[in-house]
């Protein structure tokens, strides 16, 4: 037709690649300028964040130990998005779960350790999803919303966990609230040592079994979400719950499905944190986890490989960062958080701020080429 | 009056208008009809402000203009009237008239003003509306008015109105002629945007035609007929009737009984009817937007819960055998074609063809007993595309991206495919072009000449008078007239609609007839 169409197809197959490249790096020149500021200088800073990142076999490892989590919440707050609902509970599902996987681990000294890895990837979920049924029921039966009510299941869930874990799970004679250590026959194996025994060596780090469950979660929910009938009645709920409704589809029970496939996948963070990394079940494991996967589902756009790679990005971040505030003083724990949430910011809150100039910029090429 | 030379606009790839020149006369009421997406919305958004022209200039009373805005548009004394009222319902008419020109700290002296000018409007333009009666308490009729008189008040000597009559019955439209002609006599100048060519005739002095984004004929209204600017619309022949052979109802498929439907709020929308759809006919349902048949087609279709009342499928109560739910009733053979399909019958952000499977995406044709095979699908839309000639044929893009009359095609393709017993469709061609409108009217002559039955709910007369069989008149959620399309006229149908018992409109409609009709 007229010459503007393969720019405009072209710009169209590249924009959901393009936009958030071009959204980090100006998250990336903010956070220059507020290292300037701080008196650092910031390339030097950039390559310090990501030699602690990428910089060996060690770093990335711990990366990918970061991003496993992020990898489950974002993938648990992305499946929620689809069907229109706001998991911001994935936090609480998580510290839920961890509860249910302490619990088997302290009861199951004598299994086999795979028999314990099946058991807990069971009980993590069933216990994540059992946290996040309740919202969503009453989302679905009462109409409470679930942004509300999961925000509070996250305080509920924390109120919880403090009077077990002070009261009822401390190891006796011990002053810190965390349980005793789980018999090793319970503990995810480190990806470090299956390589080992494989005869590679790919350095110490915590990354963990758990990795490989991420990965399988993703492509699972990938498969559910596109290649199912009932991934489908989510998605077109998520779009238009009056066409959904015409569709024969019940909305209450698509609520409380998806929410429920969220709570679990959230809870699987407790089989990387308890099980594979702490062998203990401890306050705050989750660590912010929850909160954290609702910004990788959002630069992520909510698709299980942008979720991948954005997970990637904010493990980075947090294993990058702490050698950064190791090396320069000045930047400190906090000033990394504060680059975290420049990015978010840029990328999440600011996703589209970007687009319309560069649209227009495309799109005026090809008339300048005319006249 | 207004002269456009050489309008050129383009949203990406879409040439919206192109080289559009258009001369308006001062004291003229000018038409102008195309069929969706030919260009008339972008021309009058230009004339608004709304858009800036790529090329072109715009000329007001022989000074050349630039509209950057609405105000922009007003200052050069342009005003529009929007197909979808911009009012504050809770507020009161003259409060809503001052809205944005309040003119000073203080609201009274404004109101004021206002007020007087209000009156001034009414007795020159038979423009009377109750200064203080609220938005939300007015009709439909009375809330246009409102809008004729905000933009009047605010010194507009040209008046853009994009499909006024939508939402009008008959009189309503008839009444708000009357006001464009006094406009008219008081040298006011009408931009009329309609795609009812039969409005055109009637009240215009100079039509222009668009076709794709061009002006493709502009001509004074007495030179030209129904017939030829629907072709010169289209650019070829189109048949504005059906050809349909008498039809031979057979045994009823659905009987609705005292049927009561109350909505969100508790208000009764449609009060106790009761009537029968028979295999091998079409019904339709006539009446003003808002008097219950959206209501009515819903709650039959299973998506809006039924108060009271029986509804009987082929002899059977289905309420003892089961629940009333969409999914229930399309495995019986009831299909539905919402009247929004934007709201209902499509999920506008996913694929075309994930949108011509919902409600039968659970069919076993498209499921394993995991996997929903695409391939299925995608096969199943293919065929779809050559029958009722969707167009673009690509099922991956957006639905969005999808035209109106295309997007019906998409919903009518996936509800007829079932071969349904019955057919509950609302407003089958809304907003969809005369091309595809020819083919959505045959398609359903054809569904009753198969033996199966048609449950039609319409605002547009025109398209129940040459469609329906039967014709039930529906006003303030209950049934006023039933009458075979033989005994319907579109002024009898008019006098119902707006809440005339049957026997009285026949009467009056007689009394017409017979030359001695009451003032």
Redesign the interface.
């Known amino acids: 037709?007229?010459p503007?169409?393969p720019t405009?197809a072209r710009w169209r197959q590249l924009a959901p690649a393009l936009l958030p490249a071009l959204n980090l790096t100006l998250a990336l020149a903010l956070s220059a300028v507020v290292i300037l500021v701080v008196g650092e200088h910031p390339l030097r800073a950039l390559r310090l964040l990501a030699t602690g990142a990428f910089g060996s076999a060690e770093a990335l490892g711990y990366t990918l130990y970061y991003a496993t989590n992020f990898v489950f919440t974002g993938l648990a707050v992305a499946v929620a998005f689809h069907a229109g609902l706001f998991n911001i509970g994935a936090e609480g599902q998580a510290s839920i779960a961890g509860l249910g996987v302490a619990l088997l681990c302290l009861g199951a000294g004598g299994w086999p350790t795979p028999l314990v890895v099946v058991a807990a990837i069971l009980v993590a979920g069933a216990f994540g999803a059992g946290w996040a049924f309740v919202p969503a029921w009453l989302q679905a039966r009462r109409g409470s919303h679930v942004v509300i009510t999961t925000i509070m299941f996250n305080f509920i869930a924390s109120a919880v966990m403090t009077h077990l874990l002070v009261n009822v799970l401390i190891k006796p004679g011990q002053q810190s609230p965390e349980t005793r250590e789980f018999d090793a026959n319970t503990w995810l194996p480190q990806l470090h040592e299956v390589a080992r025994g494989l005869g590679v060596d790919i350095g110490r780090s915590p990354l963990n079994l758990s990795a490989l469950v991420a990965l399988a979660a993703g492509a699972l929910v990938w498969?559910y979400l596109w290649?199912?009938?009932w991934?489908?009645?989510l998605?077109?709920l998520g779009?238009?719950e009056?066409?959904a409704?015409?569709?024969?589809i019940a909305p209450a029970r698509v609520v409380i499905v998806a929410m429920s496939i969220s709570g679990a996948l959230a809870g699987l963070v407790s089989l990387n944190e308890v099980m594979g990394v702490q062998h203990r079940l401890l306050m705050n494991f989750a660590g912010g986890a929850g909160y954290v996967g609702i910004a990788v589902a959002l630069m992520g756009r909510n698709h299980p490989a942008g979720i991948g790679l954005a997970a990637i990005l904010f493990g980075a971040l947090y294993q990058g960062g702490t050698e950064l505030s190791f090396d320069m003083p000045a930047l400190t724990r906090d000033m990394v958080v504060v680059i975290q949430g420049l990015i978010i910011l840029v990328c999440g809150a600011l996703e589209h701020a970007l687009r319309r100039p560069l649209e227009a910029l495309v799109?005026r090429a090809p008339a300048a080429e005319r006249a | 009056m207004i002269e456009l030379r050489g309008i050129d606009k383009?949203f990406?790839?879409v040439?919206a208008n192109r080289d559009v020149s258009l001369s308006v006369r001062a004291g003229s009421i000018h038409g102008i009809v195309g069929e969706n997406g030919a260009g008339k919305s972008t021309l009058m958004g230009i004339l608004y402000g709304y858009y800036r022209p790529d090329r072109g200039e715009i000329l007001v009373r022989g000074r050349a203009v630039v509209l950057r805005s609405a105000q922009d548009a007003l200052a050069a004394g342009i005003g529009m009237v929007h197909q979808h009222f911009m009012l504050v319902e809770p507020f009161t008419v003259l409060d809503n008239v001052v809205l944005g020109v309040e003119g000073g700290f203080r609201l009274g002296p404004g109101l004021a003003r206002a007020r007087a000018e209000l009156e001034r409007l009414g007795r020159a333009y038979h423009l009377e509306v109750d200064p203080d009666a609220r938005v939300m308490d007015l009709g439909v009729g009375q809330r246009q008015r409102v809008e004729i008189l905000k933009a009047l008040s605010r010194g507009a000597d040209v008046l853009i109105l994009d499909e006024p009559t939508a939402v009008l019955t008959p009189q309503e439209a008839d009444h708000l002629f009357q006001i464009l002609r006094a406009l008219r006599s008081q040298g006011k100048t009408v931009l009329l945007i309609t795609h009812k060519l039969r409005e055109i005739a009637e009240v215009t002095d100079v039509v222009t035609v668009m076709r794709a984004g061009r002006v493709v004929a502009t001509q004074p209204t007495v030179e030209t007929t129904p017939e030829r600017l629907a072709e010169l619309m289209v650019g070829r022949t189109v048949a504005l009737r059906v050809d349909m052979t008498p039809s031979h109802p057979a045994e009823p498929v659905l009987e609705v009984a005292d049927l009561v439907v109350t909505d969100g709020l508790g208000v009764e929308r449609v009060k106790g009817v009761s009537f029968a759809v028979r295999a091998g006919e079409i019904v339709g349902i006539a009446g003003v937007a808002g008097n219950g048949q959206s209501e009515l087609l819903e709650a039959l279709?299973g998506?809006r819960p039924v108060t009271s009342g029986r509804v009987r499928w082929k002899g059977r109560d289905l309420a003892e055998t089961g629940p009333r739910?969409?999914?229930r009733w399309?495995r019986l053979g009831l299909s539905?074609v919402?009247e929004d399909r934007h709201?209902?019958?499509?999920?506008?952000?996913?694929s075309g063809q994930?949108s011509a499977?919902?409600?039968y995406?659970?069919d076993p044709a498209?499921?394993g007993p995991?996997?929903?095979h695409?391939a299925a699908v995608a096969a199943a839309w293919r065929r779809q595309v050559a029958e009722y000639d969707i167009r673009p044929g690509d099922g991956r893009l957006p639905t969005s991206a999808f035209s109106g009359g295309n997007q019906q095609k998409i919903v009518l393709a996936r509800e007829l495919d079932r071969h349904p017993d019955l057919l509950l469709i609302g407003q089958p061609t809304r907003g969809v072009d005369i091309g595809a409108i020819e083919f959505i009217h045959r398609r359903l002559v054809a569904l009753r000449d198969a033996g199966k039955a048609v449950l039609l709910v319409s605002v547009e007369l025109d398209e129940i008078l040459s469609l329906a069989d039967r014709i039930l008149v529906m006003h303030d959620g209950r049934l006023v007239g039933d009458l075979p399309r033989a005994a319907a006229t579109e002024r009898a149908l008019g006098l119902m609609m707006a809440g005339l018992p049957e026997p009285s409109a026949r009467a009056v409609h007689a009394a017409a007839l017979a030359g001695t009709e009451p003032a």
Do not use: D, F, K, Q
């Open positions: 037709m007229s503007a169409w405009r498969c290649h199912t009938r991934g489908y009645e998605r077109v779009h238009n009056a066409a409704v015409y569709g024969g799109g | 383009a990406g790839a040439h279709a998506i739910t969409p999914r399309r539905h919402p709201r209902l019958g499509l999920v506008l952000p996913l994930e499977i919902l409600g995406h659970g498209y499921n995991v996997r929903l695409w």
